[in-house]
């Protein structure tokens, strides 16, 4: 397991402080792509549960941001990270389809959304590496 997936699942784990999907994908990034944690952690408070409002995935938009600050600005690969996320959640990006899919699948809410910040930080780090 990656250096940041194993982050990110630490972030995850904290109780004391909420570390978001959108937070706990960029936050293990910060210090490789030249910002702080806290610069991190505040960048990405908005983007949380869809945008707040059930928007696109705060993992995705995390994953997005991460590449964007490695200098990973290339449409097609936004592009390509938001179609692998897509072909592997029922051509959905858009948080209330998600965790509806997911309810109606009878899972749990957490694990789901853990799922989808390991999922992007793993993708996240692929594509910053595999793209040098």
Request: proline share 3%.
């Amino acid at each position: 397991m990656s250096k940041f997936v194993e982050k990110a699942k630490e972030l995850r784990a904290i109780t004391e402080i909420h570390y978001n999907c959108a937070q706990a994908v960029i936050v293990p990034f910060a210090e490789e792509v030249g910002i702080t944690p806290e610069q991190a952690y505040r960048v990405a408070a908005n983007f949380g549960a869809g945008m707040k409002m059930g928007s696109v995935c705060g993992a995705v938009t995390g994953g997005l941001m991460v590449l964007g600050l490695a200098g990973k600005d290339d449409p097609a690969m936004a592009n390509a990270f938001c179609r692998t996320i897509r072909d592997n959640h029922h051509n959905c990006l858009e948080c209330r389809d998600l965790l509806r899919i997911n309810h109606e699948q009878g899972k749990e809410k957490k694990p789901h959304c853990d799922g989808m910040v390991y999922e992007c930080v793993a993708l996240a780090e692929k594509m910053i590496h595999d793209g040098e």
